[in-house]
């Protein structure tokens, strides 16, 4: 596979960015990635090489760029991610603080960004895009899917603050998101209260999208990431084994 990192230029600054695809067979649909709290990492860009594995564009924008370089994932002495009742008090203070300051309405412009920088290549494609997201990239995944009607095929995973009193909460964006989309909830996650996910259902009765969901029995918050120490790796398949078919019927292979 043919992989960079190259900076998008946005209206706030450069946006460092991961880009991977297949070497032949192009354009490619592009597939964006958005991270959660502890910023861009080896283990998302290996996320998007499996995307790209099967045919597409992974794409990992790091949007902490308005920060500088953040950078927060902090390994445990078996070699996986410390979750966060585990880490140091000042590091996870720290990335508390830089991920409230990151807004959807910021991801929804970098995403426009992107969208224009891959217009210039010819080995991409953003007639019909995909998206994932994990915790807070999940929350903001499906507010992207709600302004940009590019995005096809949506996957929130673990995703934080989706159905909030706000004006702005995720949920009431239902009617205006195309194509199909799915949650990943585990049983065990603390912010996806049965309330929540009957909430999001009911936020898509009647809506165009076709919603989806599953409630993984004994995964916690941050289950679908591979590196974690609470990783659940028959979840994580299960939501891989929808989300593959559903980016061949929404935006091709």
Same mark, same amino acid.
């Given at each position: 596979?043919?992989?960079?990192?190259?900076?998008?230029?946005?209206?706030?600054?450069?946006?460092?960015?991961?880009?991977?695809?297949?070497e032949?067979?192009?354009?490619?649909?592009?597939?964006?990635?958005?991270?959660?709290?502890?910023?861009?990492?080896?283990?998302?860009?290996?996320?998007?090489?499996?995307?790209?594995?099967?045919?597409?564009?992974?794409?990992?924008?790091?949007?902490?760029?308005r920060?500088?370089?953040?950078?927060?994932?902090?390994?445990?002495?078996?070699?996986?991610?410390?979750?966060?009742?585990?880490?140091?008090? =000042?590091?996870r203070?720290? *990335?508390?603080?830089?991920? $409230?300051?990151?807004?959807? %309405?910021? !991801?929804?412009?970098?995403?426009?960004?992107?969208?224009?920088?891959?217009?210039?290549?010819?080995?991409?494609?953003t007639?019909?895009?995909?998206?994932?997201?994990?915790c807070?990239?999940?929350?903001?995944?499906?507010?992207?899917?709600?302004?940009?009607?590019?995005?096809?095929?949506?996957?929130?995973?673990?995703?934080?603050?989706?159905?909030?009193?706000?004006?702005?909460?995720?949920?009431?964006l239902?009617?205006?998101?195309?194509?199909?989309?799915?949650?990943?909830?585990?049983?065990?996650?603390?912010?996806?209260?049965?309330?929540?996910?009957?909430?999001?259902? =009911?936020?898509f009765?009647? *809506?165009?999208a076709?919603? $989806?969901y599953?409630?993984? %029995?004994? !995964?916690?918050?941050?289950?679908?990431?591979?590196d974690?120490?609470?990783?659940?790796?028959?979840?994580?398949?299960?939501?891989?084994?929808?989300?593959?078919?559903?980016?061949?019927?929404?935006?091709?292979s």
């Amino acid at each position: 596979m043919h992989e960079r990192s190259i900076d998008i230029g946005t209206a706030d600054g450069a946006m460092e960015t991961f880009i991977t695809h297949p070497e032949t067979g192009g354009p490619f649909a592009a597939v964006i990635v958005y991270m959660d709290i502890w910023g861009v990492r080896e283990e998302l860009y290996d996320i998007a090489r499996r995307i790209a594995s099967v045919g597409y564009c992974g794409i990992v924008p790091d949007l902490y760029y308005r920060e500088g370089k953040k950078r927060f994932d902090t390994m445990g002495p078996d070699g996986k991610s410390l979750s966060v009742h585990l880490l140091d008090a =000042a590091v996870r203070d720290e *990335a508390v603080a830089v991920s $409230r300051r990151l807004t959807d %309405a910021m !991801a929804i412009r970098d995403t426009s960004a992107i969208i224009q920088f891959l217009s210039g290549e010819a080995q991409i494609s953003t007639a019909a895009m995909g998206g994932v997201g994990y915790c807070m990239g999940g929350r903001q995944v499906v507010a992207v899917a709600g302004h940009i009607r590019g995005f096809r095929a949506t996957m929130s995973l673990h995703g934080t603050n989706l159905v909030t009193d706000g004006e702005d909460s995720p949920h009431l964006l239902a009617p205006k998101i195309a194509g199909e989309i799915y949650c990943g909830f585990g049983s065990k996650d603390s912010f996806a209260p049965p309330e929540l996910i009957a909430a999001m259902e =009911a936020a898509f009765v009647g *809506a165009e999208a076709q919603y $989806r969901y599953r409630v993984h %029995a004994d !995964a916690d918050h941050g289950y679908a990431l591979p590196d974690r120490d609470i990783h659940h790796k028959q979840a994580a398949n299960r939501d891989w084994e929808v989300f593959f078919p559903m980016l061949r019927r929404q935006i091709g292979s």
